[in-house]
Nanobody
Framework: RVQLVESGGGSVQAGGSLRLSCAVS????????MAWFRQAPGREREGVAS????????FYTDSVKGRFTISRDNVKNTLYLQMNNLKPEDTAAYYC????????????????????WGQGTQVTVSS
């Protein structure tokens, strides 16, 4: 059983930065897809970014390209999301998730594919 625990959320002003972390236990598995999703009040959960645990290949949703960076440390068993130039529309609860097998370009953000989820961490960006 995989457990995911997010941390690093908080409140920042627009233009600020935050780094989210997701601790993975027992460990990050090889050849898997890990991702960050977010959900704002009254909105559907959406994929933010994904990364393949072996080769580090990434996918991003268009609204965060150039501002957010997903990465993983397979030694520390931690997934990260570096968020720069934050905007009020980035306000949401952020969740990490993982599923067996690699990420694919047309399905990396399909919620139903992800078997394991963290509890979420809140990010609030004020204007």
């Amino acid at each position: 059983r995989v457990q995911l625990v997010e941390s690093g959320g908080g409140s920042v002003q627009a233009g600020g930065s935050l780094r989210l972390s997701c601790a993975v236990s027992p460990h990050i598995y090889s050849n898997d897809c890990m991702a960050w999703f977010r959900q704002a009040p009254g909105r559907e959960r959406e994929g933010v970014a994904s990364i393949h645990t072996d080769d580090g290949y990434t996918f991003y949703t268009d609204s965060v390209k150039g501002r957010f960076t997903i990465s993983r440390d397979n030694v520390k068993n931690t997934l990260y999301l570096q968020m720069n130039n934050l905007k009020p529309e980035d306000t949401a609860a952020y969740y990490c998730a993982t599923h067996w097998g690699p990420c694919y370009g047309d399905t990396w953000n399909r919620i139903s594919d992800y078997a394991y989820w963290g509890q979420g961490t809140q990010v609030t960006v004020s204007s």
